[in-house]
């Protein structure tokens, strides 16, 4: 059974990148590297985009051309928020597929700190397991 719903990762979501780009230092660093990123999660299916604007989900998301594109399933995301991914074994078991610019990927990384300090507070808040 997925972690979360559909409907529960688009709230959750939304709110934790639009937190991260206002009030953290995410969105300007996001801004100066001139990254977005597109999410492909499976189980549950959500799409998202996010750039220095914000998130946008599902068809809007499909429609936009990324920097880098990350594919992984619903708990892999959980886990990787909850810093209990590491990273270079999910790529190399494939638990995580990226794709874009080696050194973009690479960049990315360090950029989505401070959602993980954040992420537990949501958990807390939509009733996810920690």
């Known amino acids: ?4 719903t559909k409907q529960v990762a688009t709230d959750l979501f939304g709110e934790l ?10 969105g300007p660093n ?12 499976n189980d549950p299916e959500v799409t998202m985009f996010v750039d220095g604007n914000g998130p ?7 429609a936009k051309v990324p920097t880098v594109t990350m594919k ?13 991914v590491f990273i ?3 790529l190399a078991m494939r638990q995580i597929i990226a794709k874009g610019p ?4 690479l960049q990315l990384l360090p950029l989505l700190k401070p959602g993980q300090v954040l992420y537990p507070d949501y958990c807390k808040k939509f009733n996810l397991p920690m």
């Open 1 to 4: 059974m997925p972690i979360f």
């Open 17 to 26: 990148w639009m937190k991260m780009i206002n009030e953290t230092e995410f």
């Open 30 to 41: 996001l801004k100066a590297a001139n990254m977005s990123i597109l999410f492909v999660v």
């Open 56 to 62: 946008v989900f599902e068809d809007e998301a499909r």
């Open 72 to 84: 992984m399933n619903g708990d892999t995301v959980h886990k990787f928020w909850l810093k209990q």
């Open 88 to 90: 270079p074994k999910a």
């Open 102 to 105: 080696v050194g973009k990927v």
